[in-house]
């Protein structure tokens, strides 16, 4: 590095300054640097708000088609008990002739109808519980889109602030340098 001779014959070394420089702006890389870092764990965070939701909706979909398949399979084992039932029911009330065509199409319509209306409110509960988790899942991707959009807003007034800040702290050190020198070289 150069090195200058002052007016009492001192040797400055432009090193010094250059040391300081060093120091100032690895203080401001490193605030900047855990800066970029919490602003990546905030996305992350929010990434990870947004898969999870995900994955929930889509174990409540799985388990929701379980659910049917189950309700399925009992709504056929009750049918074939009916059926069973009815048919014995129905032979035996035959033999005596007691029971016209008109009231086993009666009976068969009706059971067709409370088979309906016991499922009606588990497909309408089914369908509400898909419409309010595709809601939640929009509504959520629209909130972290909103955060992020008003953050990047945010962020670019802060990175001005950082770069201004730095700026003057390194015109602070300048001077304090300066003033340093000529106290020095008052003495």
């Known amino acids: 590095?150069?090195?200058?001779?002052?007016?009492?014959?001192?040797?400055?070394?432009?090193?010094?300054?250059?040391?300081?420089?060093?120091?100032?702006?690895?203080?401001?890389n490193q605030y900047e640097q855990s800066l970029d870092r919490a602003r990546k764990y905030r996305e992350s965070r929010e990434e990870g708000y947004l898969n999870t939701i995900k994955e929930v909706i889509r174990f409540n979909q799985e388990f929701r088609g379980s659910l049917a398949n189950l309700f399925q399979a009992s709504k056929e084992t009750n049918n074939e008990i009916m059926k069973g039932v009815s048919s014995a029911?129905?032979?035996?009330?035959?033999?005596?002739?007691?029971?016209?065509?008109?009231?086993?199409?009666?009976f068969d319509e009706l059971s067709s109808r409370f088979k309906q209306l016991a499922a009606t409110p588990i497909a309408a509960g089914l369908d509400l519980i898909?419409?309010?988790?595709?809601?939640?899942?929009e509504s959520s991707e629209n909130y972290v889109?909103?955060?992020?959009q008003r953050r990047q807003g945010f962020q670019k007034v802060t990175d001005g602030y950082v770069q201004v800040a730095r700026n003057n702290h390194n015109k602070l050190v300048h001077r304090f340098e300066e003033s340093l020198k000529v106290l020095v070289d008052a003495k």
């Open 1 to 28: 590095m150069s090195t200058s001779t002052n007016k009492n014959g001192q040797a400055e070394t432009h090193e010094e300054a250059v040391e300081t420089n060093r120091v100032v702006d690895t203080l401001w």
């Open 89 to 106: 029911l129905f032979k035996k009330a035959e033999d005596k002739q007691v029971i016209r065509p008109e009231l086993t199409e009666q």
């Open 130 to 137: 898909v419409r309010l988790e595709d809601k939640l899942e």
């Open 145 to 148: 889109n909103f955060a992020r």
